[in-house]
């Protein structure tokens, strides 16, 4: 095991950080709204926020920044995207949450008496798998040196597993006394495995529009639907952008040594699988005797590949199984530590995960070089450097245009300006690559004035208020197209729910199918289908349909229109099946656990968001904005 850990540091990163992600996990992102006019007062200038008395440092932030975003390079592979596409996923956002909720829930772990004292932290540490070897703690010095690989002193190791274990005290304390009734451990097992089969027609909506526009008949629907074309308040800016070019910058020789040096070499495995599903949660009996026998085929000298093809319930199927090169991180945990522990040419046992059961056989091994990754890390740096320079000579555009014209400004820049069309507050702006965000900043400025500069996708964005539009009702010929598709959908709608009435009311009293041929309507007679999961192609899943058929409708009982998908369905029930109380009395235990520990958790993300929310009320959280920009720009 110690030799393993020595030679596995990149995968021990992941091992050591979904340890610790867990926390994030058992409480959800929260995405706390940080708007940019927060005050920082009683801040360092060290500190990115401040929950109670305990200050969150920039160095804290930007390891848990870091983290993130290395797991979210690897799985989505990230590495020569646009960085705005890191910025659209709000990782700063995502870090600056999960580092709130654990210091909102030590705070209040804290004020109810709740610790971890010192025995607790070494206990649960020594339990580690990433830290033992043949059962025993591998000894300080090892733990040390690994913690070191993966960026991380053993004072900020320890801390984050005390914050750990106190969570799952305040956890203990708040939700143990939440169980699960025999009503509604009842009422799962039904849904998960009482079926149903209906046969239905369906008149379409859009099928049932009018090709042709009666004008009176538009003009009247218009006169009553007027309010519902009013624009709101619009706005025109003109603008410049500041781009960040990282083309046009360099980067010492010395900055890439330092990423360089941080970057651990990362074993991967080229591996094909065959895979046979089963619900989690229930039984699966058949899917393991069905993996069995392919898993003897194979042993027997079947072609894997021809095999995979043949059987394989996986999208990887056509291409034999193949799933090509991966590294740690990028499969679930059952899956990675088979594939990892076999040699090439390898096949697995049965492997099972939450997808069902596998089988893997390993086709290659490699290891990618740190030096591979230069080419990234250099344009990371420079772009980097490019977002501080674009950013420097923005506001430096800005600090003059309050002096003199924007448009003299942009000239002795040797930049243009522009100017954007009327837009609303949640219109997109052609010509400007921005988020919402955008559009709120805006809207809270007056005539003349200007924005701080913002970060649009490739650069920066200086922009003036030039004018405003109050709200306004336009007159018909204005918006006559718009009005004119409405007024169809308006009589599509009602066209088709008036056909699906028909027969429903003459379905009720007569044959389904005779009624159905002299109304020229199609009659579809579904598979057995459970409780919340789709019916077939065209109804999918609808919770009112299903309602009706598996709670208040009987066998044989015609039920509707109800509106699925853009249809109007009537639906008569066939059949429903029956719970086998034996098959629950066997199961009920596995399903009471796991829909407590549903319920528990769910208890406790409410619990940290509203925790959260009620410190922000009282301004127990702080937030650095401008450092929290610069640290994620």
Avoid: C
Avoid at 392 to 402: G, M, S, V
Avoid at 554 to 564: D, H, L, Q, Y
Avoid at 579 to 607: I, M, N
């Amino acid at each position: 095991m110690l030799a393993f850990l020595r030679r596995k540091q990149k995968g021990l990163k992941w091992i050591l950080w979904i340890v610790i992600f867990g926390l994030a996990a058992g409480m959800v992102l929260l995405f706390v709204q940080t708007p940019g006019d927060v005050s920082s007062g009683g801040l360092s200038k060290a500190d990115i926020a401040q929950v109670g008395d305990r200050p969150i440092s920039a160095v804290e932030f930007r390891k848990q920044y870091q983290r993130l975003y290395e797991m979210y390079r690897q799985v989505y592979k990230l590495d020569q995207q646009d960085p705005a596409i890191v910025k659209q996923l709000g990782l700063g956002q995502q870090a600056l949450n999960q580092l709130i909720s654990e210091y909102a829930l030590t705070m209040q772990a804290r004020e109810l008496g709740i610790d971890a004292t010192t025995e607790e932290v070494r206990q649960e540490i020594m339990k580690m798998p990433a830290f033992q070897n043949k059962g025993a703690f591998v000894g300080t010095t090892v733990y040390q040196q690994i913690l070191e690989q993966n960026n991380m002193s053993i004072g900020e190791f320890e801390e984050s597993m005390r914050r750990d274990i106190i969570r799952q005290k305040l956890m203990h304390v708040l939700t143990d006394g939440l169980v699960i009734t025999p009503e509604e451990l009842r009422k799962e097992f039904e849904n998960r495995n009482v079926e149903a089969k209906v046969r239905y027609v369906s008149v379409d909506k859009e099928a049932s529009k009018p090709t042709a526009v009666d004008e009176q008949e538009l003009q009247k629907y218009y006169n009553s639907h007027k309010e519902g074309y009013r624009t709101g308040e619009q706005r025109q800016v003109s603008y410049v952008f500041v781009q960040a070019d990282p083309t046009s910058v360099k980067v010492s020789p010395e900055a890439v040594a330092a990423r360089m040096n941080s970057i651990n070499p990362e074993e991967q495995v080229r591996a094909s699988h065959i895979l046979v599903k089963s619900a989690q949660g229930q039984d699966d009996t058949e899917a393991r005797k069905k993996a069995e026998a392919i898993l003897a085929r194979i042993k027997a000298g079947e072609d894997f590949a021809k095999v995979a093809k043949e059987v394989s319930e996986d999208g990887s199927a056509e291409k034999g199984g193949d799933l090509g090169f991966f590294g740690h991180g990028q499969m679930v945990p059952e899956f990675e530590q088979a594939a990892f522990a076999l040699q090439p040419g390898q096949t697995s046992e049965l492997v099972k995960s939450p997808f069902g059961f596998h089988i893997i056989r390993v086709v290659d091994k490699a290891t990618t070089q740190p030096e591979s990754q230069r080419p990234m890390v250099e344009f990371e740096l420079r772009q980097a450097e490019a977002n501080r320079k674009a950013r420097d000579q923005a506001y430096k555009i800005l600090n003059e245009a309050r002096k003199k014209a924007l448009a003299d400004v942009a000239k002795e820049h040797q930049l243009r300006v522009m100017t954007s069309e009327f837009f609303g507050l949640g219109d997109p702006i052609p010509g400007m690559i921005v988020r919402n965000d955008f559009n709120q900043k805006v809207f809270g400025l007056k005539k003349g004035d200007l924005t701080q500069p913002y970060q649009g996708s490739g650069g920066y964005y200086i922009a003036r208020i030039d004018d405003i539009k109050a709200p306004s009702i336009p007159p018909l010929e204005q918006v006559r197209s718009r009005v004119e598709n409405d007024y169809k959908t308006s009589r599509g709608d009602e066209l088709a729910k008036q056909k699906a009435t028909e027969f429903f009311n003459a379905a009720k009293s007569g044959d389904f199918e005779a009624v159905a041929k002299k109304a020229d309507l199609k009659v579809t007679t579904t598979n057995y289908f459970k409780k919340g999961t789709n019916i077939d192609e065209t109804l999918r899943f609808s919770p009112e349909l299903h309602e009706r058929v598996f709670d208040k409708e009987a066998e044989g009982e015609t039920t509707g229109p109800i509106e699925v998908s853009g249809k109007f369905v009537v639906v008569q029930v066939i059949d429903r099946t029956d719970v086998d109380p034996a098959r629950f009395e066997q199961e009920k235990a596995q399903l009471e656990r796991e829909l407590t520990d549903q319920k528990r958790g769910q208890f406790f993300a409410t619990y940290v968001r509203n925790l959260v929310d009620e410190l922000r009320k009282n301004n127990q959280i702080v937030i650095n904005q401008q450092l929290l920009d610069d640290v994620t720009s």
